[in-house]
């Protein structure tokens, strides 16, 4: 017995003596191509590919010593090709197209420099529109390489000062990692790998939780406990939590590239080199999202789910789904790079239980389970209250679909449509039956799941009300009666507004759904910026001369 296991061990060390294969192709983007878009010092705050919720993290978050109004410098020649300008999302935003067919994207912005911000103040005046999104002519706004282009801020979903730098493909519009540009980002240290997680494949992955093994380093490789694992399924896939760090800072950071081995074969992996903004939402499908919903840590797939049908991931000689067979212990590596090559191993062996195990049963003949969705079709629900459509594309991975009614002390009925832990690609159509509204036409559809609200327009099909939504949850149907309320914010009507730089105004609305604002001067249409949330300014200028006027808002 002891010969038998020392054969095992030298086996199993011996396979990962070879050197790895090259799964994914290098990249060859231009080096010192572009210089880093800040005055400042060169750090960032977050990487590209980096795991957010609902979204991979799409450029680089460049520190701005957590101050705002640092400049901010075209990355590269070119011309300013687009502005965005929106209360979420990137908030103020710069366009720059290159000659070599790339395009660098500066979001977060405050003031931008004096002759682009006239002509996008111009732009909105002639629009009537503060949220705008402008093509703007070739030849009209030329730079150079480390011009003056604008101020960092915190505008948009900004949780602090930063700006955040992309660099894009001019035709395609995907995203590059900008790592691979040779920017000056200082990188020696290896990713750091936190836990394994193991799935019995035979189930789908929202039925089950995974099953973690604790991990240590030893000289420098790191290994589960214990070092070979017996699992009661013949039908594996695996699961890390990893992330990288740069030299001299303690951010961490997303990683670059997993590979998964099996036998010394590489089966399958993934790598952050480029990503569309349409795929990004298939985040929820590369990460364990129902651990993440429920307060676990963010746990990467090393397999496609079924219903991931675009994206990161690279099939080599598998989809990443492990076969175990009969008393084989199968030598796994896992293997974990950033951009520099800094790269990390996790081994360890993985072997099917003796006895009764969950194990895979062909079905030659598919029997339809009422209550089971799946990923790839179009699944549907109904009955006398509520009728639910869900898109082919909607689900990742296979579910049994749970419904409920709760009827409320007050108001209408509560529609429980499954559960929040199972992530949704695109929304679904959800129809509630309501004969005995007297409003119709203010009739709202409440989606509400821990702490959460959501909130949309019910469109009146013949005492249908219908709605989309993206995730699951309560969903119940509301009468809107209220009108926003419009707050002034240090000033008052009849007040005199000579001491005054700014007026600002807060609005709320009991279903959160605000829909516009205008402000209108002596009958003449007035800009009011809106860089966060509900709170709207307008900056005192020759819009607004001296004398007695009369502002009116809607």
Known sequence: MKVQKLIILLLFSALFLSSTAQVFTPKN??????????????????????????????????????????????????YIAKVKIEPSGFGRCIYINHPN????????????????????????????????????????????????????????????????FEIRDTKTDKVLNPLLFGLPINDNIPPDILRLAVYDRNTSTYEQSAKFYPIKKVNGIYVTTPANIIFNSDKVSFAITAYDRYTGSTNQNGIYEAILYDQEKAVAGFQMDSISYDET??????????????????????????????????????????????????????????????????????????????????????????????????????????????????????????????????????YQIHNTTVPLQTKFT??????????????????????????????????????????????????????????????????KLSQLSRLVFVISDNTEELVDFNAMLDGQWLRFSNDKGRTFIYKMDEHCPPGKHELKIN
């Open 29 to 78: 983007y231009p080096q010192g191509y572009f210089i880093w878009p800040v005055i400042a010092k060169v750090a960032i705050v977050a990487n590209f590919g980096e795991l957010r919720p609902n979204h991979y993290h799409m450029g680089l978050d460049c520190r701005t010593d957590q101050r705002e109004n640092i400049t901010v410098v075209a990355a590269a020649d070119g």
């Open 101 to 164: 067919g790339l395009t660098t994207l500066y979001a977060h912005l405050n003031d931008f420099y004096p002759a682009l911000e006239n002509y996008i103040t111009q732009q909105q005046y002639q629009l009537k529109s503060w949220k705008v999104f402008l093509d703007i002519p070739p030849t009209l706004f030329v730079v150079k390489k480390g011009q003056f282009i604008a101020y960092s801020g915190t505008t948009g979903g900004s949780q602090g000062p930063h700006t955040h």
């Open 281 to 414: 939402r298939y985040i929820n499908a590369h990460i364990d999202y129902k651990l993440r919903s429920t307060g676990g840590p963010f746990v990467q797939h090393l397999s496609r789910l079924p219903g991931y049908t675009k994206g990161i991931y690279k099939e080599v000689t598998g989809d990443g789904v492990i076969n175990l067979d009969n008393d084989v212990t199968h030598a796994i590596k896992i293997e974990v790079k950033d951009t520099k090559g800094n790269t990390s191993f996790l081994k360890f062996g993985i072997k099917k239980a003796f006895g009764n195990v969950h194990a895979y049963k062909a079905n030659p003949i598919a029997v339809y389970q009422p209550n089971e969705f799946q990923p790839g079709f179009i699944n549907i629900f109904e009955n006398d209250q509520v009728s639910l459509h869900m898109p082919e594309i909607s689900l990742y991975d296979s579910i049994r679909f749970k419904y409920n009614e709760i009827i409320p002390a007050r108001g209408y009925p509560i």
């Open 430 to 495: 959800l129809k509630i039956k309501n004969t005995s509204t007297s409003n119709p036409d203010k009739m709202v559809m409440h989606r509400f799941a821990n702490g959460k609200d959501d909130y949309a327009k019910a469109t009146n099909e013949t005492d249908w009300y219908k709605a989309s939504f993206r995730e699951f949850g309560n969903f119940q149907l509301l009468e809107d009666l209220e009108p926003p309320v419009i707050r002034a914010v240090a000033f008052k009507e009849g007040m």
